[in-house]
């Protein structure tokens, strides 16, 4: 005789709180404070209802800063870009070239300004990629 599993069926209130919770506080953090709101679930439930939530509505960055950042220090680098305004990365590329830059950059059509340094390629990539866009920097193509 095999024993099947129940399937649990929650109430709006059931399902929502610990939805509400979970994003802020995460698995057992966000369990104990949905137990003191009366809703008893696991850490792993917490997690699972955080995990079907759809990705927020991020709006497109109007500022942008460009630096390269190492994995493996004098061996790989990177071009990384941060929305200064939030001051959270909205891309890493895997190299320093102006190509990938100026590609990423005019995924991107709502930058109106760009942060960057005097190397060449993030000059070259941000007035290939964004021309539109004031370029904050001193290369001399600016």
């Known amino acids: 005789m095999t024993v099947r599993p129940l399937r649990v069926v929650r109430t709006e209130r059931l399902r929502s709180t610990p939805a509400a919770v979970g994003p802020a506080l995460a698995g057992r953090a966000g369990a ?61 590329l895997p190299d320093r070239e102006a190509p990938s830059l100026a590609s990423r950059l005019a995924d991107r059509p709502g930058i109106e300004v760009i942060c960057r340094d005097r190397a060449p390629f993030f000059a070259e990539g941000a007035i290939a990629g964004a021309p539109q866009a004031v370029h904050g920097g001193t290369s001399g193509a600016t």
């Open 32 to 92: 104990r404070i949905a137990r003191v709101l009366a809703v008893p679930v696991s850490r792993s439930t917490v997690l699972r209802l955080v995990d079907v939530l759809p990705e927020p509505e991020v709006p497109a960055p109007r500022v942008v800063g460009v630096d390269e950042y190492a994995t493996r220090k004098g061996r790989h680098y990177g071009t990384v870009l941060v929305d200064i305004e939030t001051r959270r990365p909205v891309g890493l």
